[in-house]
């Protein structure tokens, strides 16, 4: 596709359940990062990825989540044990250039609702 | 730390007035500063970013590192402009810090 692609683009979820949401980037883009934004808020940075690797996890609010990206392409946010404070729209964005350029491109997003 | 600020959290004008989104920021190194622009029911865009010293869709933005601002002007806005406009801050590393964003209403 042309663009990020994020699904699903509407979760909706019970208090204690396990979710994954996925992220598509666009082809050839090494970099890949997870924001969340909460209402109100800006993006709040969560996870970068440098093809497979993560290379800073440090926005990750707690053990609860975790992301993976195998084969440095697709990745999979995970969020086991959700709570209702998670309940947030989660962007992928990915970028083709190197650290401190700054050009990201961004998915929709996945908003998850956490009831 | 990094910090990105935007007072205003709406910002309301008239078709045709000029209009200054205000972004300041916190930030111990050399700063790459950038805005970032929502309109309804699309996706987070790059707008511009300093380094470039670009007028995009008559906007820009100087980076004055004195009073570390990163303003955003147009001399007469559109309609077309209404949108959420989010500054975001890098630096030395790879994260983007971004602000809460104002909401800009330009009215008829």
């Known amino acids: 596709g042309a663009g990020v692609s994020q699904t699903p683009s509407n979760k909706v979820t019970e208090k204690g359940k396990y979710v994954e949401l996925r992220c598509d980037p666009i082809?050839?883009?090494?970099?890949l990062y997870w924001y969340r934004q909460s209402l109100g808020q800006g993006p709040e940075f969560l996870i970068y990825?440098?093809?497979?690797?993560?290379?800073?996890d440090s926005g990750l609010p707690n053990d609860r989540f975790f992301a993976v990206r195998p084969e440095g392409s697709v990745s999979t946010l995970k969020i086991q044990r959700t709570e209702r404070g998670d309940s947030a729209v989660y962007l992928c964005?990915?970028?083709?250039?190197?650290?401190?350029?700054?050009?990201?491109?961004f998915g929709e997003g996945s908003r998850l609702t956490v009831l | 730390a990094q910090r990105v600020t935007q007072p205003e959290k709406l910002l309301s004008v008239f078709k045709g007035a000029p209009v200054e989104l205000k972004c300041n920021y916190s930030?111990?190194?050399?700063?790459?500063l950038f805005w970032y622009v929502q309109y309804s029911r699309q996706r987070l865009q790059l707008l511009l970013r300093?380094?470039s010293r670009e007028s995009i869709k008559g906007f820009t933005a100087d980076l004055n590192k004195g009073e570390t601002s990163f303003h955003l002007k147009k001399p007469f806005a559109q309609e077309e402009d209404s949108a959420m406009y989010y500054c975001?801050?890098?630096?030395?590393?790879?994260?983007?810090?971004f602000g809460k964003g104002t909401l800009l209403t330009v009215n008829p």
């Open positions: 990825f440098q093809g497979t690797g993560a290379a800073d």
């Open positions: 300093h380094i």
């Open positions: 930030y111990s190194g050399s700063p790459e």
């Open positions: 964005a990915s970028s083709s250039e190197g650290p401190n350029t700054g050009e990201l491109f």
């Open positions: 082809s050839g883009h090494t970099a």
């Open positions: 975001a801050l890098g630096g030395s590393n790879y994260k983007l810090t």
